[in-house]
């Protein structure tokens, strides 16, 4: 599998941005898929996840109840909407596939894709 995310920008306190990850493959519905991010001199850290049928969520604290992960596995696409953004969102945003796991740790996915930059300004 192949991925590539998209949708990253420079946005406002407040504002949103929806993010995408394009996967390559026939096999893309049977995968889990997760979001994470690095900020500036941090680790890489998890934001959210989905299961293969979209049927289960998970999502750091930090970032329940502002983001929601979303699947469409007919266009073989992972979606990340951000809302109510915050300048410590900033950060490298990173989509992951896993084809046996799910949840929150980075040693569960399989592959990654480039990572698309957010940047959010007070």
């Known amino acids: 599998v192949q991925l590539q995310a998209s949708g990253g920008g420079l946005v406002q306190a407040g504002g949103s941005l929806r993010l995408s990850c394009a996967a390559s493959g026939r096999t893309f519905s049977s995968y889990n898929m997760g979001w994470f991010r690095q900020a500036p001199g941090k680790e890489r850290e998890f934001v959210a996840a989905i299961t293969w049928s979209g049927g289960s969520t998970y999502y750091a604290d930090s970032v329940k109840g502002r983001f929601t992960i979303s699947r469409d596995n007919a266009k073989t696409t992972v979606y990340l909407q951000m809302n109510s953004l915050k300048p410590e969102d900033t950060a490298v945003y990173y989509c992951?596939?896993?084809?046996?796991?799910?949840?929150?740790?980075?040693?569960?996915?399989?592959?990654w894709g480039q990572g698309t930059l957010v940047t959010v300004s007070s």
């Open positions: 992951a596939a896993s084809q046996y796991r799910f949840g929150r740790y980075e040693g569960s996915y399989d592959y």
